[in-house]
């Protein structure tokens, strides 16, 4: 977890440069996010196609935010969402560490399932408990370039697993482009939020200023770099997003099968997968399935982690001396705040995977967890038109519609996460 030293932008093409995006956004798409997709595509077929890629969209704005902030104020997200008041603290500190308990449990099961699947002999809670001791050793151990080495591995498995499912389907092209164009089939209101608001997306986005940091673009020379790393990502996201409800509409939705919801649900398209094409392509599918929950898992152990330790630091800072806190101090955050919640991440959260989540804890994540969002959208809104920043690169009347928008959309969908958990 070594930060580089570099400065400004090297002689280097830009696409060489290009990382932290793909980071971000191959965290952000777990199997889950797959499976709803998925789920979209066996449903309504390629009508839903323009609402996919409406969420790329909206993840590059607020991605863009992020990035925007941290290299124009010079400091993190997190620096700012304190700025903003005490309230923004108190939700982050509770959410952050509720949040890992949690997720720590669903990842290592999520990249257990393909594991089993794979060696049906092996317990899968064996596989899960080793899924996340490998995540811990390679975080811990690695540094920032090794683990983005590994994540880009990560990420070339699952474009084979993915892409290559839905070029073997022989996508109608015709159908493709007609779900392009925005359309609300009947009941789909919901999807077409899930799907807008739910992938490739949750804290990691907020992460992404601190994997720039690592990569060691710490000023605004390196903005046009930043940009591009994020759309280049994003892209990626929306091509994954197209190439499963392209799967979904041709192997599923043409022939009326249903599959489970959640992770399990990718545990059934290699079943189906094997009938069409035989297991070779199964395991290949299934080795994706992997690699997808596996680089969810390291990207949140890496960036997360990050993120608690610059909320500790700040807490400490706070207890010492408030008045270092100012709008151009920011404490230094320490690598063994960090691997503390790497430890949490990993450690607590095996205790869920040997008994029923208690209710209280999976409700109070839900709840937290459906505000992270709109949370994210409006504070980006009011840091990013600060008269602090730059001119240039505060937010103008396109940057702050395409943020309200986010706003509402991020909403709505909370509101509906709230509703169903009550």
């Known amino acids: 977890m070594t930060t580089m030293t570099k400065h400004q932008p090297t002689a280097l093409p830009r696409w060489q440069l290009i990382g932290p995006g793909l980071v971000a956004a191959a965290t952000g798409v777990g199997a889950g996010d797959l499976v709803a997709t998925l789920v979209a595509g066996s449903l309504y077929g390629y009508q839903l196609i323009w609402a996919a890629v409406l969420g790329c969209l909206l993840k590059i704005i607020l991605v863009e935010g992020v990035g925007r902030w941290t ?23 509770i959410y952050i560490v509720l949040w890992g ?12 399932l393909p594991l089993a699947a794979l060696f049906p002999a092996v317990d899968l809670k064996i596989f899960a408990v080793a899924s996340g001791l490998l995540g811990l050793a390679l975080v811990w151990l690695g540094s920032y370039a ?59 986005l907020a992460a992404y200023g601190y994997w720039i940091r690592e990569k060691g673009w710490r000023q605004p020379g390196w903005m046009r770099v930043m940009r591009l790393d994020n759309s280049v990502a994003y892209v990626m996201t929306g091509i994954f997003v197209v ?3 392209i799967v ?3 192997l599923l939705y043409s022939a009326n099968i249903a599959i489970a919801g959640g992770s399990r649900g990718l545990l059934d398209l290699a079943g189906v997968l094997e009938s069409r094409y035989g297991s070779i ?64 991440l990993t450690f607590p959260s095996m205790a869920l995977l040997f008994m029923d989540r208690p209710f209280m804890l999976i409700v109070g994540y839900g709840v937290l967890g459906a505000l992270f969002m709109p949370f994210l959208a ?25 943020l309200a928008m986010t706003c509402v959309i991020f909403g709505a969908l909370g509101l509906h996460q709230l509703l169903k958990l009550f």
Do not use: C
């Open 71 to 93: 290299l124009a104020s010079g400091h993190t997200i997190f620096h700012g969402w304190r700025s903003l008041g005490r309230w923004a603290s108190v939700y982050f500190g």
């Open 101 to 112: 308990f949690v997720y720590g449990a669903t990842a290592m099961s999520s990249t257990a």
């Open 146 to 204: 090794v683990f983005e080495r590994i994540i880009a591995a990560l990420v070339g498995m699952m474009f084979v697993a993915v892409v290559g499912s839905a070029l073997m389907t022989g996508p109608n092209l015709t159908d493709i482009a007609r779900g392009l164009v925005p359309r609300l089939p009947q009941g789909s209101l919901f999807y077409v939020l899930g799907l807008a608001g739910g992938v490739g997306g949750s804290i990691t």
């Open 243 to 245: 190439a499963m409800l």
């Open 248 to 250: 979904g509409a041709e």
């Open 281 to 344: 392509w199964s395991i290949i599918f299934l080795l994706g399935f992997w690699a997808s929950s596996f680089s969810s898992l390291l990207g949140v152990w890496h960036g997360v982690s990050l993120m608690f330790a610059d909320f500790v630091a700040h807490w400490l800072a706070a207890k010492e001396d408030p008045a270092k806190l100012g709008a151009h101090s920011e404490p230094v955050p320490s690598q063994q705040h960090a691997r503390w919640y790497m430890l949490w």
């Open 378 to 402: 409006i504070t980006l809104l009011l840091l990013l038109n600060r008269s602090s920043l730059p001119r240039e690169w505060r937010n103008g009347w396109l940057s702050n519609g395409l």
